[in-house]
């Protein structure tokens, strides 16, 4: 089937388009783009060239049409935590929210630290997956931290990048290593940055509001502790480092720095990090309990001053289902994680709308920056490349409702709220998905 998305206004950071026009699409690839703004166009409308009994039409006017949106963390749960994701589940998810590439965390069961986990994966993705999926294999064996994952193999088999996310790396001999293996694949590292001797115990974070719920708090310090020291290595190793759901003014602070000293270093923050706060937790709503924790309003503004300023590149949605009886114990005992690959669109719009960053600067941090760090040719609409494209809707108001999620993961801080923004059709690789 030809697809032929007509009088949408496209926006494509990877090609610096920016205008109304139409969008081609034959044998699930980019066959041409034509309107304003679109180097080399003939002007709009090409229906005496795509005009056949299988050509389909879809009017896009007063909409945005982009590339499919990447998500390069996300938990997928499979092999070992079905009950919680699928990459099934997951991934239909993924489309709703206008994703159409997710990377793969590798804190699973059993772990994806060898060929076999990365290959059930990658077979599974493309049998029950609605979107692309790429695996990221663990730095170490079982993410214990303690010897190195095999990441050659790993990355013959598909792995595009290397992170014990969950845990940090505490053996900053081992991270060293690590950060000096990967350059030999060029692939990122993803670091997940918490000092587990500060943090030990913790739940969310450490200031008045903790001491006044009488819940253990974890300080700033334990980010941005193991930030500095990866940093550090990564001058010292010349590696690929990448800074996961950076939460804290002093995480931006150290990357901001880090880069204009020249060390070859990126970082992503999420949606819930500019969202809201640690107020969030009060009634002990396990549904705003994540790692790192919500912190406070002084570090949202920070945030949001690091995406705007291009300290941040990247917005992920760390996608972490959980069943649902398992946010229903006690605060201290529940797992950490929001349901974010449905809210996650919504609420990044607000940024536009607050005048922090421009359509093309949010769309840039979630397609083909996140697409250039792990090295995949995605986040584009490029001739030729994979027709993944998202249709969307700037004035669909939304209310969260997390039982009509397509995720087992109904955990979300954000529920009740009205979001305004949202993906109406997402077209992978040539399928079309219809909100």
């Not at 090409?46 to 949106?69: C, H, M």
């Not at 590439?101 to 772990?111: E, F, G, I, L, Q």
């Not at 690590?178 to 587990?196: G, Q, R």
Request: with cysteine; charged share 25%.
């Amino acid at each position: 089937m030809k697809i032929l998305i007509k009088n949408g206004h496209i926006i494509d950071p990877s090609q610096g388009i920016d205008g109304v026009g139409d969008v081609l699409i034959e044998d699930g690839k980019i066959k041409e783009i034509r309107g304003q703004g679109v180097k080399g166009s003939r002007g709009q409308g090409n229906e005496s060239q795509t005009s056949n009994s299988k050509l389909k039409t879809i009017d896009a006017t007063g909409l945005y049409v982009l590339p499919g949106l990447v998500d390069m963390h996300t938990h997928l749960r499979e092999p070992g935590f079905e009950y919680k994701e699928t990459i099934k589940t997951g991934t239909l998810a993924a489309v709703r929210g206008g994703f159409t590439t997710v990377c793969a965390m590798p804190n699973t069961n059993p772990v994806n630290d060898n060929s076999s986990v990365t290959d059930l994966i990658i077979r599974k993705a493309i049998q029950e997956g609605a979107c692309t999926v790429y695996p990221i294999g663990a730095i170490t064996k079982g993410q214990k931290g303690e010897e190195l994952a095999e990441m050659g193999i790993m990355h013959s088999e598909g792995c595009v990048a290397f992170s014990d996310d969950g845990r940090p790396v505490m053996n900053s001999l081992i991270m060293r290593r690590a950060l000096e293996y990967s350059k030999t694949f060029n692939v990122p590292l993803i670091s997940h940055c918490e000092d587990m001797n500060l943090s030990e115990g913790g739940v969310m974070n450490e200031g008045l509001l903790s001491v006044t719920l009488g819940l253990k708090g974890i300080p700033s310090e334990a980010e941005e502790v193991i930030i500095a020291r990866d940093i550090a290595l990564a001058g010292l190793t010349g590696g690929r480092l990448h800074i996961a759901h950076v939460s804290t003014e002093g995480s931006v602070r150290l990357v901001r720095q880090a880069k204009e000293r020249g060390i070859n270093v990126t970082a992503e923050t999420c949606p819930h990090y500019f969202s809201i706060t640690e107020a969030a937790v009060e009634g002990y709503n396990t549904n705003a309990k994540v790692n790192p924790p919500l912190r406070t309003a002084k570090d949202v503004d920070a945030i949001k001053q690091g995406l705007k300023d291009g300290t941040i590149d990247v917005i992920a949605t760390d996608h972490a289902p959980h069943h649902r009886d398992e946010k229903l114990r006690e605060f201290d005992h529940a797992p950490s994680g929001i349901s974010g690959l449905e809210t996650a669109l919504g609420l990044s719009l607000k940024l536009v709308g607050e005048g922090i960053l421009t359509m093309n600067q949010l769309i840039e941090k979630m397609t083909i920056n996140p697409a250039k760090i792990m090295g995949i040719n995605k986040g584009t609409l490029k001739n030729g490349s994979d027709a993944d494209v998202v249709i969307v809707n700037p004035d669909k108001e939304f209310k969260v409702e997390p039982e009509k999620f397509a995720s087992k993961g109904k955990n979300t801080p954000f529920e009740g709220w009205v979001l305004k923004g949202a993906a109406v059709i997402t077209i992978c690789k040539g399928k079309i998905y219809e909100q």
